[in-house]
């Protein structure tokens, strides 16, 4: 199976930060990856797929970006309502396979 | 408006069956591939499988597939989990979604399962 390494497990980081959520992939998958927000009681959220597009509904903050198998999750100016578990998805190779998850908390 | 709502959760001895229904409204069930997903506690997200729009593809993630079977009923616009030989590992918040976009682009809130005597 595909394995996705996400990094930082945890971070914090305060108001209107920049913030970098990385996932690498053990093997290439092209652009078949996707980002998902999940909030505790919520269901995940869809925030991008194919590793660069903006999902319907989400703020213009968010960007992904992919160079070679490591890929990207963006916020730009950190608000208080990004505090989640943000988890990337593989769907290259089956069987498709989360990474284990950033936890975002705000400082 | 997109709607999927799980249903058919609950407390169940190790050992039985249990059957998920996740019944969806707001767009084109039978246009669409349907997938499981579930989220033990304290543990990250887990995909179980997917169903093509007629049924005749179903994938299910290998260390899972003796253990779940999914089905669609398109006339009642209505995703199924039968789930068997349950164990205190398959408790988790199970979540129904449409498959779009190699991702999932709809989800449901999820339905609790908790396998315990």
Redesign the interface.
Same mark, same amino acid.
């Given at each position: 199976d595909i394995q996705l390494t996400q990094s930082p497990s945890s971070m914090s980081a305060s108001l209107g930060d920049r913030v970098r959520l990385n996932c690498q992939s053990s093997q290439g998958i092209g652009? /078949?990856?996707?980002w $998902?927000q999940?909030k505790p009681g919520? &269901?995940?959220? &869809?925030m991008i $797929? $194919?590793a660069t597009?903006l999902? *319907?509904g989400v703020p213009s903050r968010f960007s992904g970006s992919r160079s070679g198998s490591d890929y990207s999750l963006t916020i730009s100016s950190l608000k208080s309502e990004d505090t989640a578990i943000y /988890?990337c998805?593989q769907? *290259?190779e /089956? &069987? &498709?396979?989360?990474?284990?998850?950033t936890k975002l908390e705000i400082k | 408006e997109v709607k999927l709502v799980e249903s058919g959760g609950g407390l169940v001895q190790p050992g039985r069956s249990l059957k998920l229904s996740c019944a969806v409204s707001g767009f084109s069930f039978n246009d669409y591939w349907m997938g499981w997903?579930r989220q033990a506690p304290g543990k990250?997200?887990? =995909?179980i499988g997917e169903i093509n729009q007629d049924s005749r593809t179903i994938?299910?993630?290998?260390s899972l597939k003796d253990k779940f079977t999914i089905s669609r009923d398109n006339a009642q616009n209505t995703l199924y989990l039968q789930m068997s030989k349950l164990g205190s590992e398959d408790t988790a918040i199970y979540?129904c979604?449409r498959l779009? =976009?190699?991702?999932?682009?709809? =989800?449901?809130?999820?339905a609790s399962v908790t396998v315990s005597s």
């Amino acid at each position: 199976d595909i394995q996705l390494t996400q990094s930082p497990s945890s971070m914090s980081a305060s108001l209107g930060d920049r913030v970098r959520l990385n996932c690498q992939s053990s093997q290439g998958i092209g652009k /078949y990856l996707s980002w $998902y927000q999940h909030k505790p009681g919520k &269901p995940p959220k &869809p925030m991008i $797929y $194919y590793a660069t597009n903006l999902a *319907d509904g989400v703020p213009s903050r968010f960007s992904g970006s992919r160079s070679g198998s490591d890929y990207s999750l963006t916020i730009s100016s950190l608000k208080s309502e990004d505090t989640a578990i943000y /988890y990337c998805l593989q769907f *290259d190779e /089956y &069987p &498709p396979t989360f990474g284990s998850g950033t936890k975002l908390e705000i400082k | 408006e997109v709607k999927l709502v799980e249903s058919g959760g609950g407390l169940v001895q190790p050992g039985r069956s249990l059957k998920l229904s996740c019944a969806v409204s707001g767009f084109s069930f039978n246009d669409y591939w349907m997938g499981w997903v579930r989220q033990a506690p304290g543990k990250g997200l887990e =995909w179980i499988g997917e169903i093509n729009q007629d049924s005749r593809t179903i994938n299910y993630t290998p260390s899972l597939k003796d253990k779940f079977t999914i089905s669609r009923d398109n006339a009642q616009n209505t995703l199924y989990l039968q789930m068997s030989k349950l164990g205190s590992e398959d408790t988790a918040i199970y979540y129904c979604a449409r498959l779009q =976009w190699a991702g999932m682009d709809a =989800w449901g809130q999820g339905a609790s399962v908790t396998v315990s005597s």
